[in-house]
Protein backbone atom coordinates (compact mmCIF):
# COMPACT_ATOMS: atom_id res chain seq x y z
CA UNK A 1 0.00 0.00 0.00
CA UNK A 2 0.98 3.18 -0.79
CA UNK A 3 2.40 5.46 2.26
CA UNK A 4 3.63 8.50 0.16
CA UNK A 5 1.66 11.66 1.89
CA UNK A 6 -1.91 11.93 0.33
CA UNK A 7 -2.56 15.37 -1.44
CA UNK A 8 -6.06 16.28 -0.94
CA UNK A 9 -7.35 19.14 -3.04
CA UNK A 10 -10.71 21.27 -2.23
CA UNK A 11 -12.17 22.74 -5.61
CA UNK A 12 -15.35 24.00 -3.75
CA UNK A 13 -16.92 26.41 -6.74
CA UNK A 14 -16.82 25.45 -10.21
CA UNK A 15 -17.47 27.68 -13.16
CA UNK A 16 -20.72 26.77 -13.67
CA UNK A 17 -22.46 26.36 -10.25
CA UNK A 18 -24.33 29.03 -8.34
CA UNK A 19 -25.99 29.85 -4.81
CA UNK A 20 -28.87 27.52 -6.32
CA UNK A 21 -27.14 25.24 -6.41
CA UNK A 22 -26.08 25.38 -2.53
CA UNK A 23 -26.55 27.95 -0.20
CA UNK A 24 -22.73 26.72 1.43
CA UNK A 25 -21.35 27.43 -2.47
CA UNK A 26 -18.46 29.78 -2.06
CA UNK A 27 -18.26 32.90 -4.49
CA UNK A 28 -17.58 35.91 -3.06
CA UNK A 29 -13.50 36.84 -1.49
CA UNK A 30 -14.79 36.27 1.94
CA UNK A 31 -16.75 32.75 1.83
CA UNK A 32 -13.83 31.52 -0.36
CA UNK A 33 -11.65 32.48 2.64
CA UNK A 34 -14.13 31.02 5.05
CA UNK A 35 -14.42 27.75 3.00
CA UNK A 36 -10.65 27.11 2.58
CA UNK A 37 -10.05 27.57 6.35
CA UNK A 38 -12.56 24.99 6.74
CA UNK A 39 -11.45 22.50 4.27
CA UNK A 40 -7.33 23.21 5.87
CA UNK A 41 -9.17 22.03 9.28
CA UNK A 42 -10.28 18.98 7.66
CA UNK A 43 -6.86 18.04 5.96
CA UNK A 44 -6.82 19.84 2.67
CA UNK A 45 -3.45 21.18 1.87
CA UNK A 46 -4.21 22.80 -1.94
CA UNK A 47 -6.97 25.01 -2.61
CA UNK A 48 -8.57 24.99 -6.37
CA UNK A 49 -10.18 28.34 -6.60
CA UNK A 50 -12.64 29.92 -9.53
CA UNK A 51 -13.58 33.29 -8.88
CA UNK A 52 -16.92 35.24 -10.66
CA UNK A 53 -17.58 38.49 -11.91
CA UNK A 54 -20.52 40.90 -10.58
CA UNK A 55 -23.09 38.95 -12.66
CA UNK A 56 -21.65 35.67 -10.96
CA UNK A 57 -20.19 34.68 -13.86
CA UNK A 58 -16.63 32.46 -14.46
CA UNK A 59 -14.17 34.51 -14.81
CA UNK A 60 -10.14 34.95 -15.24
CA UNK A 61 -10.06 38.75 -14.29
CA UNK A 62 -6.61 39.29 -12.63
CA UNK A 63 -7.43 41.76 -9.91
CA UNK A 64 -10.31 39.88 -9.21
CA UNK A 65 -7.88 36.59 -8.68
CA UNK A 66 -5.23 38.78 -6.69
CA UNK A 67 -8.61 40.08 -4.56
CA UNK A 68 -9.47 36.44 -3.91
CA UNK A 69 -6.41 34.72 -2.67
CA UNK A 70 -5.10 37.75 -0.90
CA UNK A 71 -8.82 36.87 1.10
CA UNK A 72 -7.91 33.40 1.86
CA UNK A 73 -3.68 33.88 2.07
CA UNK A 74 -5.01 35.85 5.11
CA UNK A 75 -7.82 33.00 6.17
CA UNK A 76 -5.04 29.94 6.17
CA UNK A 77 -1.54 31.90 5.76
CA UNK A 78 1.63 29.08 4.25
CA UNK A 79 -0.81 26.50 5.36
CA UNK A 80 -2.17 25.94 2.01
CA UNK A 81 -1.19 25.66 -1.55
CA UNK A 82 -3.48 28.17 -3.36
CA UNK A 83 -4.18 26.91 -6.89
CA UNK A 84 -6.53 29.09 -9.55
CA UNK A 85 -7.84 27.67 -12.47
CA UNK A 86 -7.50 29.05 -15.97
CA UNK A 87 -10.23 26.95 -17.60
CA UNK A 88 -12.25 28.29 -20.78
CA UNK A 89 -15.71 27.71 -19.32
CA UNK A 90 -17.15 28.55 -22.91
CA UNK A 91 -15.79 32.10 -22.50
CA UNK A 92 -11.86 32.27 -22.72
CA UNK A 93 -10.21 31.20 -25.36
CA UNK A 94 -6.13 30.03 -25.50
CA UNK A 95 -4.31 33.21 -25.70
CA UNK A 96 -6.48 34.97 -22.84
CA UNK A 97 -6.19 31.78 -20.81
CA UNK A 98 -2.31 32.05 -20.86
CA UNK A 99 -2.41 35.98 -20.79
CA UNK A 100 -4.08 35.87 -17.25
CA UNK A 101 -1.79 32.94 -16.00
CA UNK A 102 1.39 34.84 -17.21
CA UNK A 103 -0.32 38.39 -15.79
CA UNK A 104 -0.86 36.76 -12.55
CA UNK A 105 1.90 34.94 -12.02
CA UNK A 106 0.16 32.27 -9.52
CA UNK A 107 1.70 29.92 -6.90
CA UNK A 108 -0.24 27.16 -8.54
CA UNK A 109 -2.21 26.78 -11.81
CA UNK A 110 -4.41 24.64 -13.35
CA UNK A 111 -4.49 24.38 -17.22
CA UNK A 112 -6.25 21.72 -19.44
CA UNK A 113 -4.33 20.46 -22.04
CA UNK A 114 -6.82 20.37 -24.73
CA UNK A 115 -7.91 23.92 -24.26
CA UNK A 116 -4.70 25.04 -24.99
CA UNK A 117 -3.84 22.95 -27.45
CA UNK A 118 -5.36 24.77 -30.66
CA UNK A 119 -4.12 25.86 -33.84
CA UNK A 120 -3.63 29.76 -32.70
CA UNK A 121 -1.79 28.71 -30.37
CA UNK A 122 0.47 25.58 -32.20
CA UNK A 123 3.27 23.53 -30.35
CA UNK A 124 5.29 26.52 -30.82
CA UNK A 125 3.41 28.52 -28.30
CA UNK A 126 2.78 25.35 -25.97
CA UNK A 127 6.66 25.20 -25.74
CA UNK A 128 7.21 28.83 -25.16
CA UNK A 129 4.19 29.23 -22.56
CA UNK A 130 4.94 25.80 -20.41
CA UNK A 131 8.85 26.59 -20.93
CA UNK A 132 7.70 29.81 -19.11
CA UNK A 133 5.97 27.94 -16.29
CA UNK A 134 8.73 25.85 -15.66
CA UNK A 135 10.92 28.61 -15.94
CA UNK A 136 8.50 30.87 -13.33
CA UNK A 137 8.30 27.45 -11.20
CA UNK A 138 4.83 27.85 -11.29
CA UNK A 139 3.34 24.43 -9.76
CA UNK A 140 1.29 23.55 -13.19
CA UNK A 141 -1.24 20.99 -12.91
CA UNK A 142 -2.22 19.31 -16.39
CA UNK A 143 -5.88 18.66 -16.52
CA UNK A 144 -6.56 15.46 -18.91
CA UNK A 145 -10.09 14.06 -19.86
CA UNK A 146 -9.49 10.96 -21.14
CA UNK A 147 -6.67 8.71 -22.74
CA UNK A 148 -6.13 10.51 -25.57
CA UNK A 149 -4.95 13.27 -23.78
CA UNK A 150 -2.83 11.88 -21.61
CA UNK A 151 -0.95 9.93 -24.85
CA UNK A 152 -0.92 13.55 -26.20
CA UNK A 153 1.09 14.96 -23.26
CA UNK A 154 3.23 12.21 -23.43
CA UNK A 155 4.13 12.93 -26.92
CA UNK A 156 4.54 16.59 -26.05
CA UNK A 157 6.71 15.37 -23.47
CA UNK A 158 8.70 12.50 -25.55
CA UNK A 159 9.37 15.30 -28.05
CA UNK A 160 10.47 18.22 -25.66
CA UNK A 161 7.85 20.21 -26.52
CA UNK A 162 7.32 20.15 -23.02
CA UNK A 163 10.55 20.50 -21.28
CA UNK A 164 11.26 18.69 -17.83
CA UNK A 165 9.56 20.09 -14.49
CA UNK A 166 7.52 18.95 -11.89
CA UNK A 167 4.39 18.50 -13.54
CA UNK A 168 1.39 17.19 -11.36
CA UNK A 169 -1.26 15.50 -13.75
CA UNK A 170 -5.50 15.26 -13.30
CA UNK A 171 -7.19 12.57 -14.50
CA UNK A 172 -10.72 13.23 -14.94
CA UNK A 173 -13.19 10.69 -14.36
CA UNK A 174 -16.28 10.65 -16.32
CA UNK A 175 -16.53 13.87 -17.76
CA UNK A 176 -18.34 13.08 -20.62
CA UNK A 177 -20.37 10.56 -19.55
CA UNK A 178 -24.17 10.75 -19.43
CA UNK A 179 -25.58 12.50 -16.30
CA UNK A 180 -21.62 13.24 -15.38
CA UNK A 181 -21.05 10.40 -13.21
CA UNK A 182 -18.16 8.70 -12.55
CA UNK A 183 -17.18 5.14 -11.89
CA UNK A 184 -13.58 4.28 -10.23
CA UNK A 185 -13.19 1.78 -13.34
CA UNK A 186 -12.79 5.30 -15.26
CA UNK A 187 -9.20 5.38 -13.64
CA UNK A 188 -8.17 1.97 -15.19
CA UNK A 189 -7.12 3.47 -18.66
CA UNK A 190 -5.37 6.21 -17.03
CA UNK A 191 -3.43 3.91 -14.67
CA UNK A 192 -2.26 1.62 -17.53
CA UNK A 193 -1.53 4.25 -19.81
CA UNK A 194 1.15 6.40 -17.71
CA UNK A 195 4.10 5.78 -18.05
CA UNK A 196 6.25 8.79 -16.85
CA UNK A 197 7.60 10.18 -13.64
CA UNK A 198 4.63 12.80 -12.71
CA UNK A 199 2.05 12.21 -10.03
CA UNK A 200 -0.81 12.15 -10.63
CA UNK A 201 -4.74 13.18 -8.63
CA UNK A 202 -8.32 12.62 -9.79
CA UNK A 203 -11.08 14.17 -9.82
CA UNK A 204 -14.86 12.43 -10.15
CA UNK A 205 -18.82 13.44 -10.11
CA UNK A 206 -21.41 12.60 -8.01
CA UNK A 207 -21.68 10.74 -5.26
CA UNK A 208 -19.47 8.38 -6.72
CA UNK A 209 -16.82 10.54 -6.23
CA UNK A 210 -15.68 9.20 -2.49
CA UNK A 211 -15.06 5.94 -4.05
CA UNK A 212 -13.42 7.01 -7.00
CA UNK A 213 -10.40 8.98 -4.57
CA UNK A 214 -10.80 6.01 -2.95
CA UNK A 215 -9.62 4.23 -5.26
CA UNK A 216 -7.02 6.66 -6.65
CA UNK A 217 -5.74 6.90 -3.06
CA UNK A 218 -4.79 3.22 -2.91
CA UNK A 219 -2.90 3.17 -6.10
CA UNK A 220 -0.66 6.20 -5.30
CA UNK A 221 -2.49 8.83 -6.56
CA UNK A 222 -3.73 11.97 -5.24
CA UNK A 223 -7.73 13.23 -4.98
CA UNK A 224 -9.74 16.36 -5.80
CA UNK A 225 -13.34 16.73 -4.16
CA UNK A 226 -15.48 19.42 -3.76
CA UNK A 227 -18.48 21.12 -4.63
CA UNK A 228 -17.26 22.12 -8.53
CA UNK A 229 -17.84 18.52 -9.43
CA UNK A 230 -20.30 16.87 -6.33
CA UNK A 231 -22.65 17.75 -3.80
CA UNK A 232 -23.60 14.88 -2.26
CA UNK A 233 -21.54 12.41 0.62
CA UNK A 234 -20.80 8.85 0.18
CA UNK A 235 -24.10 7.79 1.17
CA UNK A 236 -25.87 9.95 -1.46
CA UNK A 237 -26.85 12.93 1.18
CA UNK A 238 -26.60 16.84 0.35
CA UNK A 239 -22.76 17.46 1.78
CA UNK A 240 -23.55 20.49 4.13
CA UNK A 241 -20.46 22.39 3.24
CA UNK A 242 -17.23 21.21 1.11
CA UNK A 243 -14.90 20.30 4.58
CA UNK A 244 -17.81 17.50 4.88
CA UNK A 245 -15.95 16.04 1.55
CA UNK A 246 -12.44 16.73 2.46
CA UNK A 247 -13.31 14.90 6.06
CA UNK A 248 -14.32 12.14 4.11
CA UNK A 249 -11.30 11.79 1.94
CA UNK A 250 -8.71 12.21 5.09
CA UNK A 251 -10.88 9.35 6.34
CA UNK A 252 -9.94 7.35 3.47
CA UNK A 253 -6.30 8.05 4.22
CA UNK A 254 -6.10 6.90 7.04
CA UNK A 255 -8.14 3.58 6.07
CA UNK A 256 -5.31 2.95 3.82
CA UNK A 257 -2.37 3.73 6.24
CA UNK A 258 -1.21 7.21 4.38
CA UNK A 259 -0.78 10.15 6.22
CA UNK A 260 -1.84 13.87 4.70
CA UNK A 261 0.49 15.96 2.81
CA UNK A 262 0.77 19.43 3.94
CA UNK A 263 1.55 22.38 1.46
CA UNK A 264 4.96 22.10 2.67
CA UNK A 265 5.23 18.38 1.19
CA UNK A 266 3.62 20.27 -1.84
CA UNK A 267 6.12 22.56 -1.60
CA UNK A 268 9.07 20.40 -1.49
CA UNK A 269 7.60 18.28 -4.14
CA UNK A 270 7.02 20.54 -6.48
CA UNK A 271 10.34 22.81 -6.02
CA UNK A 272 8.28 25.81 -5.63
Given at each position: MP???????????????????????P???????????Q??D???????????????H?????????????A?K??V??????Q????????????A?????R??????V????????????G??????????????????????????????WQ?L??????????????????????GQ?????????????H???E????????????A??T????????????????????????A????A???????????????????????E????
Amino acid sequence: MPTTPLIITSAPNGAYKQLSDHPALPITPSSLALCARQCLDAGASMLHLHIRDAAGHHSLDVQGYRDALSAVKAAVGDQMVLQVTSEAARVYHAPAQIAMVRELRPEAVSVGLRELDQPEIGEAGLADFFGWLARERVMTQVILYDVADLQRWQSLRARGVVPEAPWFLLFVLGRYTAGQTSSPLDLVPFVHAHSGPEPWAVCAFGATEHACVTAAASLGGHVRVGFENNLQLKDGSRAPHNAALVAQAAQAAASLGRPLATARHIRERFGA
